[in-house]
């Protein structure tokens, strides 16, 4: 009678352990990132100073802006491989509209493309039950081939339009606009996710479709608005940028998409779905952001950095893989 | 008949438990060389488990297994195999893209110069298929067989690797009348060339036909073993039954006569479930009853919305259901799922979210929820049920019994006038289930319809005012009153006792 079932007590113990991984997971990309914020100000004098800090947001602007959106649709369980496209053709499609119409007119029009190409990917994996990666794979071709077209393969300029600039570069308080609109799109993202019955819905969709659709969720909706908002980031980033050089071109999101996967992914969201945050991400790229900075600041071979970040990012599955491991 | 005399598996005081479920408890019995042993009981009785740690697929808590006089332990289903013991399992386990012959020496391919050598596979491939007497093409595609050819390329798998214990495992569930001929062919060819089948079956009549020894099992406990000449349908259900109703549930509390209809179905068919019709009125529990893959889960669901429905139509009151989850729990219709893990909780997610997530819209105000009211209402609903009081714990940290309290919390919160129940106390230790039996009953109480499905026959009895009885898809029998017996609820259940009209 006084026997313990040691099954019972495995289960206990299990759990236990399941906790801990999951306060560990919690902390998360905190500790790397403070890590090398404290080994960066120690060994680079250069490192802390304002201008530093105020050109790493600048140049982070637009992949923190893609990967707020991109955090959204992976945590509802997809992933989006187009939004290097979409940055390309919204990019450019906003300059030529720039130049042509009236500034306004041609933000407008990038962020358009974005929000459409978003919503086809969206339906092309809801409607059309096409694997996201695959979909979106795909739906980059089309798009990037669309970008090709509208740009005839040339690198198209306005430097003819400066007003354009202003959009991305008017400085206010030491910071350019594009960081601030990086900052603006952070909190909203946050508050999207944390606070509101959307993002509870996002967070279900990905952690159990099938629970989510039983409890109530029109899990194929909440798939659809992430890839729209994630075509909708991708886009406002290649506007952004496009109007910080005045120039744009087709190919010119190539390697964002991988940037934007790796920094969301060593922030910590899984890319199972269904966890995550904003918070995590933005770290995330800064991270990756700040190993790229400090390889610069150091003097330290660039091929170096390369290698850094994907042993990295190896790392950040496996804990995430790693903290999974009880379920 | 030598050989039937010989004990081919000593089985001794076997052990096992899931959780804190027993699903054995010290099995003891012999399983005689060239025979067929049957072992029959209930859904969850333990005869798969006892097959599957037979054929190493489980590993034993306590107890051992004596082959030919020699102790072995197996670690996995190839070890079992390496000692002649094979399984054809209920899900079929075979590559559907290859071919049958493939498939039959698959791991085990002839080999010459590290290529497969096809002409020695076709030939041993003959061989095999002449010496069985299978009807079985070497080039078909697995995958565009039937599922009786597919066990038959099962079985001819075993026989390839020597097996001379074959452990079947409800064979017959799944083939049609004419298929389970052929299997019954095939089982009584393999014990004339002096093979072993054990054979795990609820199908009575099957196992009276086919077996030399029939052991009954009961709570994972052996009730009997005896030669087939000695039992008949009605002594093996009563060895099945007996049991005391060990649990004590709340006393029921029927509903007015005059109690308006909660849940109407009408003629409702899905893939599964065949025309089924049913009432459930207000205040009332309805059981149904079946064997496992008799469509009870399948018949839950098309009334929830959670799987396409082909004909019919399901009422809420007054409400007619659009047949998807949003609109089923809008109409005041809640489910509680048969698998919580796969259909129920986000388990990463906190315990807070789970129990709020079906009731959003309400606690919500312009797309924002209301902390505060989300908080205050998730307390409340899982005070009722007598849940953890842990808001911010993940759900994957509960017990079982508690996370089912967690998904009932989130039916209540959404306020239901009609509550479905697929195995509620599946997993569950004795003392939640006790709670969930008097939630379910202060529910039915409160004026909420309840459709219970359980596949404890003694839950439903303790629980339901009227029973409903499924099987192969249809709705066969309703039991109430005196009627309302486990032996008339298993008699309808195994297609044994004359159906009523539902």
């Known amino acids: 009678m006084s026997q313990i079932d040691p099954v019972a007590r495995d289960s206990d113990r299990g759990r236990l352990t399941a906790r801990l991984s999951h306060a560990i997971g919690r902390a998360g990309i905190l500790i790397p990132f403070a890590i090398t914020v404290v080994a960066l100000g120690l060994t680079s004098p250069s490192f802390l100073r304002f201008q530093n800090l105020a050109n790493i947001l600048d140049q982070q602007a637009g992949i923190i802006i893609v990967a707020c959106a991109g955090t959204l649709v992976l945590i509802a369980g997809g992933i989006d491989l187009s939004i290097g496209a979409i940055y390309g053709l919204a990019g450019a499609t906003a300059l030529i509209t720039a130049s042509s119409v009236s500034t306004p007119i041609g933000i407008i029009a990038g962020l358009g493309v974005g929000v459409a190409v978003g919503l086809v990917n969206g339906l092309v994996v809801t409607r059309l039950r096409v694997n996201a990666l695959i979909g979106t794979l795909a739906m980059s071709f089309v798009v990037s081939g669309i970008a090709a077209i509208v740009t005839k393969g040339n690198l198209v300029v306005a430097f003819d339009h400066p007003e354009f600039k202003q959009f991305a570069a008017t400085k206010l308080g030491g910071v350019t606009s594009a960081g601030w609109m990086m900052i603006g799109i952070a909190i909203v993202a946050t508050i999207l996710l944390s606070r509101t019955t959307f993002g509870r819905y996002v967070y279900a969709t990905g952690g159990n479709a099938q629970a989510a659709r039983l409890g109530g969720v029109r899990v194929n909706g909440i798939r659809v608005a992430t890839f729209a908002l994630s075509g909708a980031g991708a886009a406002l980033a290649g506007v952004i940028d496009s109007s910080r050089v005045l120039s744009a071109q087709a190919s010119g999101g190539q390697f964002l998409t991988f940037t934007v996967l790796t920094g969301i992914i060593v922030g910590g969201t899984s890319i199972l779905g269904g966890e995550g945050s904003i918070q995590r991400t933005v770290f995330g790229c800064l991270f990756v952001a700040l190993v790229a900075n400090g390889f610069n600041l150091l003097g330290l071979d660039p091929f170096y950095q390369q290698v850094t970040l994907g042993v990295i990012l190896v790392l950040a599955v496996s804990v995430d893989a790693w903290s999974r491991r009880f379920e | ?502």
């Open chain 2, 1 to 502: 008949m030598t050989t039937q005399d010989s004990v081919h598996l000593d089985v001794r005081g076997l052990g096992k438990s899931f959780g804190a479920t027993r699903a054995l408890d010290d099995v003891s019995v012999e399983v005689h060389s060239g025979s067929v042993h049957a072992f029959v009981g209930e859904n969850g009785a333990g005869k798969s488990t006892l097959g599957k740690i037979m054929a190493g697929v489980l590993p034993p808590d306590q107890g051992d297994l004596v082959l030919r006089g020699t102790p072995v332990s197996f670690r996995s289903p190839r070890e079992a195999l390496e000692r002649g013991i094979a399984i054809v399992a209920q899900e079929v386990a075979l590559v559907p893209q290859l071919t049958v012959a493939e498939n039959v020496f698959l791991g085990a391919e002839p080999r010459r110069a590290g290529f497969v050598d096809r002409r020695s596979l076709l030939d041993r491939f003959e061989r095999l298929t002449v010496e069985s007497g299978f009807d079985l093409k070497a080039g078909a595609r697995v995958g565009q067989l039937s599922l009786a050819k597919q066990q038959q390329v099962e079985i001819l798998r075993s026989l390839a690797r020597q097996a001379d214990l074959i452990v079947l495992d409800e064979p017959s569930a799944s083939l049609s009348p004419k298929e389970v001929e052929r299997l019954h062919e095939i089982v009584r060819t393999l014990t004339a060339s002096g093979r072993t089948v054990v054979l795990v079956s609820h199908l009575l009549a099957e196992v009276l036909e086919l077996a030399h020894t029939i052991t009954v099992l009961r709570d994972g406990k052996v009730v009997s073993t005896n030669p087939t000449g000695e039992e008949t349908e009605v002594s093996l259900v009563a060895a099945m039954l007996g049991r005391p109703i060990s649990r004590a549930y709340p006393a029921k509390r029927f509903p007015p006569a005059d109690a308006p209809l909660g849940l109407s179905i009408r003629g409702l068919s899905a893939p599964g479930v065949h025309d089924a019709t049913l009432d459930v009125r207000a205040g009332e529990i309805v059981g149904l009853a079946g064997l496992v893959g008799a469509g009870r889960s399948e018949l839950a669901r098309a009334i929830y919305g959670a799987s396409p429905t082909t004909a019919g139509d399901v009422s809420a009151g007054a409400i007619r259901l659009a047949g998807t989850p949003v609109a089923s729990l809008r109409a005041g219709v809640a489910m509680i799922p048969e698998s919580r893990k796969d259909d129920g909780l986000l388990l990463r997610r906190p315990i807070r979210e789970n129990v709020s997530l079906a009731s959003l819209a309400t606690l919500g105000r312009f797309g924002f929820v209301r902390r505060h009211k989300e908080k205050a209402e998730v307390v409340g609903a899982l005070e009722r049920v007598n849940g953890s009081s842990l808001l911010e714990a993940p759900a994957s940290a509960l017990s079982g019994g508690n996370q089912q309290k967690l998904l009932f919390a989130r039916a209540l919160l959404a306020e239901p006038a009609v509550l479905i129940a697929d195995e509620p106390t599946r997993g569950v230790d004795v003392g939640a289930k006790r709670d969930l039996y008097e939630l379910l009953v202060s529910l039915a109480a409160s004026g909420v319809a309840v459709l219970l499905i359980s596949n404890e026959i003694e839950e439903i009895l303790g629980l339901a005012h009227r029973v409903v009885v499924m099987r192969a898809g249809r709705l066969v029998a309703e039991l109430s009153g005196a009627a309302l017996t486990e032996e008339a609820i298993l008699g309808a259940a195994f297609g044994t006792a004359p159906s009523t009209a539902a």
